[in-house]
């Protein structure tokens, strides 16, 4: 079930209400709006996503958006998923530890002045990408599925690409090419449905 408050995910959540209180605390006072997105507590400049928070099994995750463009003093900010995330950095409490809540309101005010100041994501556009199989093969043999592949904009090609190319053994790579298809043929990107 969705939270449908701040306050409710925090009573959810009471082993960690005084860690969530404070950053809560904490990101209001940095005059960031709370709201609650895919569940979790968020922190908001307008309608851009500055910071969210979780509770994990080991750990409670403080995720800036656009935490590249942190200045990091403290060394403490970690990509999740290197070589996939772009911009989210992450500031890990362990639950068997004390959070440093001059530290967390250090980042969090660096990252509530970026956004009022106007930072963007940086987005890499037009990175180059190449077709390779077993999608090179359908695209070769199946005019339709060609002319539908090439209406797409490159960024959506790309993600057909990429998602293709991440599946490490050939039966995953089957697997989604089979699942893809269909999506281009129909003209629907692999991400429009979380969009």
Known sequence: ????????????????????TEIHRISTEHDLSPAIK???PCYCCGKKNVLGVGVFKHHTALWFYMGDQLSDPENILINAQEGKTKSLRQIRVPHDSEANFKIISDYIQE?????KAGAEIKIERNKKFKITEPLKSELQNNAELKTSFNEFTTGKQREFVEYLEEAKKE???ARRLKKIIPMI????????KYK
Do not use: F, V
């Open 111 to 115: 990252a509530a002045e970026q956004a």
């Open 1 to 20: 079930m969705a939270e449908k408050t701040i306050e409710s995910y925090i009573e959810r959540n009471p082993t960690h209400k005084n860690l969530l």
């Open 38 to 40: 895919w569940g979790i």
């Open 185 to 192: 043929l129909q003209n629907e990107g692999l991400n429009d």
């Open 171 to 173: 039966e995953t790579k």
